[in-house]
């Protein structure tokens, strides 16, 4: 069975409904859920046709600063020719709803739900919805860490239904996770995996570490630690955490907890403030 993706469609909630939602940003962690991503919380972007977005996190001081993350609202028709502005960023699609038509290296994919793509910095490429349907994709930005010595990576185009899991250990198979890229690559400064939890699966201690994190829910439900504080989170919820902040899940049921993870990997720690 193909994997379904929770996808955000906009609208807004009527004037009978309460206010009272799960969204939090505290000094360690923020919790946007589905709930709020509404028409009136969507951007635009340069040189971008049909399309609107959510920014789910940014570079933040005193916060998690390494990347950002939107979600790709685009029209049938839409789309662009120059998608990305910034010739140091690194980019990752993830589709999550419809058809995407990608250029890029002069060949060209259509990408469908599960699809992944790797971009490196100074790639030229092009997306278009050249479907009947909405499109609606991940992008995670990052401006690449080069490193003397190491090439850039290439491009990688792939779908989830492509690759294996990874098995954690000892865990029977109940928690597993989804590599687009060779963890051993150490061209790569950033991993986007899918990671799966089957129903009452767990992280069964609380991870604290010096990787960011961006996790979006892409189906089920589950009781999320973060910092001190147990959260519920379900399809369609974002969670962004900063460095070293505590984390660990319950997976609630009745079906797979999936969530799209990025993490900043690779690279020693700066020992001096950013100039720009």
């Not at 069975?1 to 004037?15: D, L, N």
């Not at 294996?164 to 051993?184: I, L, N, S, Y």
Request: charged residues 20%; contains cysteine; hydrophobic residues 40%.
């Amino acid at each position: 069975m193909a994997p379904k993706y929770f996808a955000p469609t906009g609208g807004h909630p009527g004037q009978e409904q309460l206010l009272t939602d799960r969204a939090m940003f505290t000094e360690s962690y923020a919790v946007i859920p589905k709930g709020t991503m509404r028409d009136i919380t969507t951007s635009a972007l340069p040189f971008w046709e049909g399309t609107r977005l959510w920014v789910l996190s940014r570079p933040l001081s005193g916060f998690a600063e390494t990347f950002s993350q939107y979600i790709m609202d685009v029209a049938p028709g839409g789309g662009s020719d120059r998608p990305e502005t910034d010739p140091a960023a690194e980019g990752v699609l993830f589709i999550v709803e419809g058809t995407a038509t990608l250029a890029v290296d002069g060949a060209t994919h259509e990408m469908t739900p599960g699809g992944y793509a790797y971009l490196p910095p100074g790639a030229v490429w092009t997306l278009r919805n050249n479907g009947d349907a909405m499109l609606r994709f991940h992008w995670i930005r990052k401006a690449y860490e080069a490193v003397e010595g190491l090439p850039l990576p290439e491009v990688i185009i792939t779908n989830e239904t492509e690759i294996a899991p990874t098995e954690m250990p000892g865990t029977d198979g109940k928690w597993a996770t989804t590599r687009f890229v060779d963890p051993a690559d150490l061209r790569h400064d950033m991993h986007v995996t899918i990671v799966t939890f089957q129903p009452g699966a767990v992280i069964p201690f609380a991870e604290t570490h010096v990787m960011e994190h961006g996790l979006y829910v892409l189906e089920g439900k589950a009781v999320y630690r973060l910092n001190q504080d147990w959260v519920e989170v379900e399809a369609g919820d974002y969670m962004w955490l900063r460095a070293f902040c505590p984390q660990a899940c319950y997976a609630g049921g009745p079906g797979k907890f999936r969530y799209l993870l990025y993490k900043d990997v690779n690279r020693h720690m700066p020992l001096r403030p950013h100039i720009g």
